[in-house]
């Protein structure tokens, strides 16, 4: 069964920490990796990976893509209680028509 | 915020009957989306809609039907309304087939089946 998995599934962290987040994931014809954050409603896109080992950077914002062993991470440097969100992670398959997302990951950061 | 609106935002249904979702897509954009969000889960893909066709369906039953029209907007239609249902359905739209890293999300509609 195609599928994503996420970890940790909640986390809570202090301002200025710095927090990685993983993703894992089982499917067949894998396109592309994504990355988003979900405050309230609407996910907003983070990033896409498709290539494995190619740093991808925004801010203090940065995923990295590991296609051999099927994974990716998130990481987040001096975290802000702004960053507290739902950080989910899909992946893109089947040449495109198929899209499954993780559970997500529940960030806190406290001031 | 994003281009893509829904409608209705908040809706309350009982078990048995059929409701119609819409989504309005951001201008440029040919490719629908739908999500089903459970709450504490992440979005489940129900189907996608390119130029008017179903382009893909996740592991949906066929009461969850699903319509784009010339305009692009799209609709998404539920039968038989069960309680595992309630759920917030997002809607995002895209530009071009299959390409969905561009899409953006609308801000939901949040179905409560009683």
């Known amino acids: 069964e195609d599928k994503v998995v996420q970890s940790p599934l909640s986390l809570v962290v202090h301002e200025g920490d710095t927090v990685t987040l993983n993703c894992s994931y089982e499917?067949?014809?894998?396109?592309?990796l994504l990355w988003y954050k979900q405050e309230k409603k609407a996910p907003t896109f983070l990033f896409m990976l498709?290539?494995?080992?190619i740093e991808k950077k925004s801010g203090r914002l940065s995923s990295i893509l590991d296609k051999k062993e099927l994974f990716s991470i998130l990481n987040i440097t001096a975290t802000q209680t702004g960053d507290s969100a739902v950080y989910l992670c899909?992946?893109?398959?089947?040449?495109?028509?198929?899209?499954?997302f993780g559970p997500g990951t529940r960030l806190s950061v406290l001031p | 915020e994003t281009g893509v609106t829904q409608s209705p935002t908040h809706l309350i249904k009982t078990r048995g009957q059929q409701v119609t979702l819409r989504c309005s897509s951001q201008?440029?954009?040919?490719?629908v989306s739908w999500y089903q969000q459970a709450l504490g889960q992440g979005p489940q893909f129900i189907f996608q809609?390119?130029?008017?066709?179903?382009?893909g369906r996740g592991n949906f039953p066929p009461r969850f039907s699903g319509l784009q029209f010339p305009n692009y907007s799209s609709e998404l239609n539920v039968n038989a309304l069960e309680l595992d249902d309630s759920a917030l359905y997002l809607c995002?739209?895209?530009?071009?087939?299959?390409?969905?890293?561009?899409?953006?999300f609308g801000p939901g509609t949040r179905l409560t089946v009683t």
């Open positions: 809609y390119y130029r008017e066709e179903e382009n």
């Open positions: 201008s440029g954009h040919n490719t």
């Open positions: 498709t290539s494995s080992g």
């Open positions: 899909a992946v893109e398959y089947n040449y495109g028509q198929n899209f499954v």
């Open positions: 499917v067949t014809n894998f396109r592309s």
């Open positions: 995002a739209s895209s530009q071009g087939q299959g390409v969905t890293y561009e899409q953006y």
